[in-house]
């Protein structure tokens, strides 16, 4: 199939240190652009990483794919942002719907789901918490 060795090139492999530091930029390229959204190719060419070093390195590191990851410390953002009123009025954002949008969900029933699977709790129900407990004091 190949006519010579120079066709049959292959990158040479990263030791799993290096792919757990890939993995763990993609942590914070996340955790530091909230709103950025992020595709697998983004992430690639911001970390100078190829897909399988990425992909290899949060599955090793986190045991989920890097748009995984991307998406779970979404979620941790919205749910503190539903649960710190402070931040809501500072960004001008109001329920659940707002505070999903601005941190680029766009399904709400997807979005919903998601949420209810990471906190087993739907995220009306957090805000409802907040509420409930801004009204104590």
Same mark, same amino acid.
Request: aromatic content about 10%; overall charge positive.
């Given at each position: ?11 040479? #492999? ?6 757990? /530091? #890939? #993995? ?5 390229? #996340? ?60 960004? =001008? ?6 505070? /999903? ?5 766009? =399904? ?30």
């Amino acid at each position: 199939c190949f006519t010579s060795d120079v066709d049959r090139r292959v990158g040479i #492999a990263l030791k799993r240190c290096d792919r757990h /530091a #890939a #993995a763990l930029q993609v942590l914070s390229f #996340a955790t530091s652009s909230p709103t950025r959204p992020f595709e697998i190719q983004d992430l690639c060419s911001l970390l100078h990483q190829s897909r399988t070093t990425l992909f290899n390195g949060c599955k090793e590191k986190f045991n989920m794919s890097p748009l995984q990851v991307v998406r779970t410390v979404r979620l941790h953002q919205v749910r503190h942002a539903l649960m710190d009123l402070e931040f809501c009025t500072e960004h =001008g954002i109001g329920g659940v719907a707002g505070v /999903a949008s601005y941190f680029g969900f766009v =399904g709400r029933s997807h979005f919903s789901r998601l949420y209810k699977d990471e906190f087993n709790e739907t995220p009306r129900y957090t805000l409802a918490k907040r509420r409930l407990a801004d009204q104590d004091f």
